[in-house]
């Protein structure tokens, strides 16, 4: 089984940054679309941001477009998020996902991290 572990997480005031780390276990990340999403207390589940196995394609929530972007580094394993320009709105529990083989994680997601909980303070 893939395991995701997710670190990076914190306590940040409006307008500053964070990264966030996604580390899969084993030495199949290349295999992995990877993709993060968030949860936020009394809301659903929402998508952020998507990097295919390649990197070449990248998608993105329209509430991050600009301020947060998703990258990937295949040789260690992991998959990045850095989220500049932090709102109050972004507070949530950030979870890591992957897809298996030829599906993307926006369609099903096969494994998912722990999460990591992210709390800007206005």
């Known amino acids: 089984q893939v395991q995701l572990v997710e670190s990076g997480g914190g306590l940040v005031q409006a307008g500053g940054s964070l990264r966030l780390s996604c580390t899969a276990s084993?030495?199949?990340?290349?295999?992995?679309?990877m993709g993060w999403f968030r949860q936020a207390p009394g809301k659903e589940r929402e998508f952020v941001a998507r990097?295919?196995?390649?990197?070449?394609?990248?998608e993105y929530a329209d509430s991050v477009k600009g301020r947060f972007t998703i990258s990937r580094d295949n040789a260690n394993n992991t998959a990045f998020l850095r989220m500049n320009g932090l709102k109050p709105e972004d507070t949530a529990v950030y979870y890591c996902?992957?897809?298996?083989?030829?599906?993307?994680?926006?369609?099903?997601?096969?494994?998912w991290g722990q999460g990591t909980q992210v709390t800007v303070s206005s």
């Open positions: 996902a992957a897809a298996w083989l030829t599906t993307t994680v926006t369609r099903r997601a096969d494994y």
């Open positions: 084993g030495r199949t990340l290349v295999l992995l679309d």
């Open positions: 990097i295919s196995r390649s990197g070449s394609s990248i």
